[in-house]
């Protein structure tokens, strides 16, 4: 097996790229070292070669002179194919040529790796918070084996990630928001240990952990330390999501999805539409004396700010999956990201500003004479038009998981 310093001092020495195709090999997780004369070749014939070549009396199978990058795909292609007499020597002439250049990234890299060997990461710990739109809080720890460096959320962007990188083993892994958020709401249930500890040897004193979609072994020294720093960033990350909650309103409301919709109450068919039906009356052709105007439909409401360029709020409702059909679940949209910004200025409103505005009209309208006739005639008239439509998005829903 060729040793990982010699596979990357052949990576850097050809410039990424494969020898084959001129392809730039950009990870190098993606390399593959090829022989020019195969492995698999009869020690006879590689003597004859040797002497037809003018290879020299030191050249191996393994010889720098033999090896060139190639991708991993294109190798397992190639297989045991033997090249003719011209490849090869086409092929040969350029790792004769590379020889040189392999040896001096060589160099370097154990030239490198010595000097790591003697610089341990530090204990630091720092967490740089901010209320800056667009600048997301920072999160830094390490200790002598372990560092990991990530992005906590911030009031405006709910996702986060981070990189931890473990000395001993030379190996960086990532996390992004998904990952994060099981390990966190996996703590419900079992430790931290539980989750990422596949196994470990007490003998070796090394354990064997799965993250994500990534596995390492590491050191008991080096396991410890990853625990500790890890789980003090999940309980960093776990408090930064909840600051998002609170700043959005969203504390007491119920996600319905990973999209970014919430349930804000439960109205009735009647009541969804009378906003609707207000949407109409205050629409953008009307432009009434309100701060702001609406875009709307049957299905979603959308309030505008006054110059009509920002969306103020979005919602929408669903029915719920309950024997009484004209029973909807309001549903609140988060905002887009570049939307966020205009938040503290009033423009875009949060959940909780949405549902006081929802209650506050409906609220009034419920105090007309004759809402109480509409709520007892509401039954027949939606059941003949909306009935088999209903059915269908109520069963859907019920498949996707949604629940009252």
């Not at 999805?257 to 439960?266: C, Q």
Request: charged share 30%; glycine share 2%; net charge neutral.
């Amino acid at each position: 097996m060729i040793r990982v310093e010699l596979r990357y001092a052949i990576w850097l020495a050809y410039s990424k790229q494969d020898i084959y195709s001129g392809k730039l090999i950009e990870n190098f997780n993606d390399l593959e070292i090829d022989h020019i004369i195969p492995k698999s070749i009869d020690e006879n014939i590689l003597k004859e070669k040797i002497s037809k070549y003018s290879l020299g009396k030191e050249f191996t199978i393994d010889s720098i002179e033999n090896l060139v990058p190639t991708f991993k795909i294109h190798n397992r292609q190639k297989a045991e194919m033997v090249f003719n007499e011209s490849n090869e020597r086409f092929f040969l002439a350029i790792a004769q040529e590379k020889k040189e250049r392999v040896e001096k990234e060589l160099t370097k890299v154990i030239k490198n790796l010595k000097l790591k060997e003697k610089v341990q990461f530090k204990e630091s710990y720092q967490i740089a918070d901010t209320e800056h739109y667009g600048i997301r809080p920072t999160y830094f720890n390490s200790k002598t084996l372990v560092a990991l460096n990530g992005y906590l959320p911030s009031k405006f962007d709910r996702v986060g990630s981070c990189a931890i990188e473990f000395y001993e083993i030379g190996s960086m892994i990532s996390l992004n928001h998904e990952v994060i958020l099981r390990l966190i709401n996996g703590k419900d249930n079992s430790t931290l240990k539980e989750q990422v500890l596949h196994y470990y040897d007490d003998k070796n004193e090394r354990a064997f952990v799965i993250i994500g979609t990534s596995s390492l072994h590491l050191k008991k020294e080096a396991y410890y330390q990853f625990i500790i720093i890890l789980d003090d960033f999940l309980i960093a990350y776990s408090n930064y999501l909840k600051k998002f909650d609170v700043f959005w309103g969203l504390e007491s409301l119920e996600a319905i999805n990973a999209e970014g919709l919430y349930k804000l109450k439960d109205i009735s068919q009647v009541e969804w539409d009378f906003l609707i039906a207000y949407s109409y009356k205050h629409d953008v052709e009307r432009h009434t004396d309100n701060e702001f105007c609406f875009n709307a439909n049957p299905n979603i409401l959308i309030a505008l700010d006054k110059d009509e360029s920002i969306i103020k709020f979005k919602i929408t409702c669903y029915p719920l999956i309950t024997s009484q059909l004209n029973n909807l679940a309001l549903v609140w949209y988060l905002p887009q990201i570049q939307e966020r910004k205009f938040v503290k200025d009033g423009k875009v409103w949060t959940a909780k500003q949405a549902l006081n505005w929802v209650e506050k009209l409906l609220e009034n309208f419920k105090k007309e004479d004759n809402y109480e006739e509409k709520e007892k005639n509401k039954n027949v008239t939606h059941r003949t038009i909306f009935s088999p439509l209903m059915h269908s998005v109520r069963i859907f829903l019920a498949r996707s998981g949604f629940k009252a």
